[in-house]
Nanobody
Framework: QLQLAESGGGLVQPGGSLRLSCAAS????????IGWFRQAPGKEREGVSC????????NVADSVKGRFTISRDNAKNTVYLQMNSLKPEDTAVYYC?????????????????WGQGTQVTVSS
């Protein structure tokens, strides 16, 4: 089975940066999409960004556009989320997820395989 493991979360001051990693293991195929989602207390889980292996296409939510960048290291089978200029409203548990046949969807219900999440806290 496919397994996903997030890492890189922590506490950072507003304006700071973090880089999250999503490492895939077990069953993999070339043509799938990795998405980053986040969920704050009392709020719905929302799509942040995603990376499609097919053509290297990406999608970024308007709320983080210009601040967050998604990338992939093929040798490590890992997708990264570089988060810059962090704001308190970015505080959430961040999850990575995998899907097939969804192109660059940021709709959480399109994803079937999820990591356990990593906490990101932005506070002064």
């Amino acid at each position: 089975q496919l397994q996903l493991a997030e890492s890189g979360g922590g506490l950072v001051q507003p304006g700071g940066s973090l880089r999250l990693s999503c490492a895939a293991s077990g069953f993999t195929s070339h043509y799938y999409t990795i998405g980053w989602f986040r969920q704050a207390p009392g709020k719905e889980r929302e799509g942040v960004s995603c990376f499609s292996n097919s053509g290297g296409l990406t999608n970024v939510a308007d709320s983080v556009k210009g601040r967050f960048t998604i990338s992939r290291d093929n040798a490590k089978n890992t997708v990264y989320l570089q988060m810059n200029s962090l704001k308190p409203e970015d505080t959430a548990v961040y999850y990575c997820a995998a899907a097939w046949g969804v192109a660059t969807s940021l709709f959480k219900d399109d994803y079937n395989y999820w990591g356990q999440g990593t906490q990101v806290t932005v506070s002064s």
